[in-house]
């Protein structure tokens, strides 16, 4: 399910190296403000990983406060959610990571429109190249996250709501196996 939540991220937000939501620069502003410094940077990234996560947090909620007697089908949607939610993440910004790279070194070079100060080329392929090593290390952030956390069998359970409403969280696997 990561691995599907990760492509769809990818084609999603980095476009497969051309498109995506990163061009939506020329939608919004037209061809004259493709190159945006608001969509071709990290930017996009971190909009689209709050969204996502925004959006996975929302169903996470709803599923901390549905009622005692529901389906399984919701538990088995819950626990592929957490990997689908991680995988996407990480197809984010791996997708704005080689779409960056791409518009740098392979498309013809376009630069910036709205940057605040004028650069020569030199330095605005610097500014792409940095975006594009930032968000490289943030996917390789997340795919860090996903494989420790998938490693260890215990999977991180939801902050649950008790009986009474208040909200408390469970202890985890390892506290309760060192006692």
């Known amino acids: ?7 769809i991220g990818f084609v999603l937000i980095g476009g497969a190296g051309d498109g995506g939501f990163i061009d939506a620069d020329i939608d919004l502003l037209g061809i004259g403000g493709h190159r945006s410094i608001w969509f071709h940077s990290i930017f996009i ?4 990983e709050s969204a996502f996560t925004s959006l996975f947090s929302l169903q996470r909620l709803l599923y901390c406060n549905l009622p005692d007697e529901h ?17 996407m993440i990480r197809g984010c910004w791996i997708g ?5 790279a791409i518009d740098s070194h392979v498309d013809g070079w376009t630069p910036y429109k709205d940057l605040p100060i004028a650069l020569p080329n030199y330095a605005q392929h610097l500014v792409m190249d940095l975006n594009a090593a930032a968000s490289g290390w943030f996917a390789w952030q997340w795919h860090d996250k996903i494989k420790r956390h998938f490693r260890r069998n215990a999977p991180s359970l939801p902050r649950e709501i008790s009986k009474n409403g208040q909200a408390f969280s469970l202890p985890s696997v ?3 196996g060192s006692k």
Do not use: E, K, N
């Not at 399910?1 to 492509?7: E, I, T």
């Not at 626990?79 to 939610?85: E, K, T, V």
């Open 1 to 7: 399910m990561a691995f599907l939540g990760s492509c």
């Open 71 to 87: 389906l399984p089908l919701w538990d088995r949607l819950h626990g592929l959610s957490q990997r689908f939610h991680a995988g």
């Open 174 to 176: 390892d506290a309760i």
């Open 96 to 100: 704005v990571t080689t779409h960056l």
């Open 45 to 48: 990234g971190l909009a689209a």
